[in-house]
């Protein structure tokens, strides 16, 4: 049995999660590992392997009596500097192996170095390779009236040129609980949008959750949601117009990411010619109170704000 601490997305608590009662299997997972951390990590790992796999051999090599040609006697650097030029089946020529031993050794590396090229560069081809979404998300949430009905707002921005066609957002709000037999649990609640789906995600898009009667959140205010340490956990799935392959994209928003009685400031601005999306002010809130479009003279489209194309 072992224990093992998870941070997962940006949640209410911020909490981390402690796994406990799970076998561990050291290379379980390295596949799935080295093919999501990030690259700086990634280069790292192999750096590291590569570094070690040498060292090892020119320790194979540096134990044996004199087995390389032309190499100084004793000398761990001749053997780590021949062990690269047989690893990465380079061949300068001016070392070889002079026995058995070495031999060995020298058939050995070769077949890892060969194994361990082709498992690199099929991670390095299937990083470049894998599909990703650039989806901007607002980093608050706003709850506001809109067309009279108190609503959850957030936006996105799809922040590539090629757009998201057959786009589908679900809005799922997860929080604490307690069941009539007064079992605690975390429950999720998936939450109505206005609209759902986007036939071609190019710009920005608005998500609107009315909090009518038969909302979840009908009725909760910020304290409330910090009391039941309440997560919007937002999903945009979809096919990039340009790789035809479905991409995902996932943000998370925490009762201190939830902003109550304001709007999102207005990022479009409108000319005789040509429309300009300023995402300087994506992340930005005002006041209901301030007029619209008086702090950049915005031409308004539905939702306010952002226009969903």
């Given at each position: 049995m072992?224990?093992?601490?998870?941070?997962?997305?940006?949640?209410?608590?911020?909490?981390?999660?402690?796994?406990?009662?799970?076998?561990?299997?050291?290379?379980?997972?390295?596949?799935?590992?080295?093919?999501?951390?990030?690259?700086?990590?990634?280069?790292?790992?192999?750096?590291?392997?590569?570094?070690?796999?040498?060292?090892?051999?020119?320790?194979?090599?540096?134990?044996?009596?004199?087995p390389i040609e032309n190499a100084t006697p004793g000398s761990f650097r001749d053997c780590f500097f021949f062990s690269v030029q047989t690893?990465?089946?380079?061949?300068?020529?001016?070392?070889?192996?002079?026995?058995?031993?070495?031999?060995?050794?020298?058939?050995?590396?070769?077949?890892?170095?060969?194994?361990?090229?082709?498992?690199?560069?099929?991670?390095?081809?299937?990083?470049?390779?894998?599909?990703?979404?650039?989806?901007?998300?607002?980093?608050?949430?706003?709850v506001a009236p809109y067309e009279g009905v108190p609503s959850l707002m957030f936006r996105m921005a799809n922040a590539r040129g090629t757009q998201i066609v057959e786009a589908r957002l679900r809005l799922t709000l997860v929080r604490d609980e307690v069941t009539a037999e007064g079992d605690p649990v975390r429950r999720l609640h998936d939450l109505e949008l206005r609209r759902s789906e986007h036939s071609a995600f190019g710009l920005t898009w608005t998500a609107i959750h009315p909090i009518g009667p038969e909302s979840p959140l009908f009725g909760m205010d910020a304290a409330q949601l910090r009391e039941t340490l309440s997560d919007l956990i937002a999903s945009l799935t979809g096919i990039d117009e340009g790789l035809a392959q479905p991409i995902h994209a996932r943000y998370a928003y925490g009762p201190a990411d939830v902003r109550w009685s304001v709007r999102f400031a207005d990022i479009l601005r409108s000319g005789p010619e040509r429309l300009v999306i300023?995402?300087?002010?994506?992340?930005?809130v005002v006041p209901l109170e301030e007029p619209p479009g008086a702090a950049s003279g915005s031409v308004h489209t539905e939702p306010r704000g952002a226009r969903p194309a």
């Open positions: 072992t224990a093992r601490t998870r941070r997962t997305d940006r949640t209410a608590a911020d909490r981390e999660v402690l796994q406990v009662g799970l076998e561990r299997r050291p290379f379980q997972d390295a596949y799935h590992v080295l093919l999501t951390m990030p690259w700086w990590r990634f280069f790292a790992v192999v750096l590291a392997g590569y570094l070690a796999v040498n060292a090892a051999f020119a320790g194979g090599y540096w134990s044996l009596a004199d690893l990465a089946t380079i061949g300068y020529g001016k070392m070889s192996p002079r026995t058995l031993g070495a031999e060995v050794l020298v058939t050995v590396e070769a077949l890892v170095g060969m194994l361990g090229f082709a498992v690199t560069t099929g991670l390095v081809f299937a990083r470049f390779s894998r599909p990703t979404a650039r989806v901007l998300f607002s980093r608050v949430a706003v300023d995402y300087a002010r994506f992340h930005d």
